[in-house]
């Protein structure tokens, strides 16, 4: 049975309407474990999660295994 391994990294930015300073310290901290947990539930898995005032970034791996049978 051979096998097929990918992954896909993916690095993503959001930010916050015209760039405003609304993130505060403790909405931060609740929006990453939000989005963490999506991504957990999606079946993906977050390397990092972090950010500022005005944006969120993410870097987020997909993992693909595939069996084929001969």
């Not at 929006?31 to 950010?51: C, H, K, P, Q, V």
Request: proline share 0%.
């Amino acid at each position: 049975m051979a096998n097929t391994y990918s992954q896909i990294n993916i690095h993503a930015v959001f930010a916050v309407q015209s760039r405003e300073n609304i993130l505060s310290e403790e909405i931060r901290e609740r929006l990453f474990s939000y989005i963490s947990g999506i991504l957990r539930n999606m079946n993906l898995f977050s390397l990092a999660i972090n950010g500022f005032t005005d944006h969120v970034h993410i870097f987020l791996s997909y993992v693909l295994i595939l069996q084929y049978q001969m």
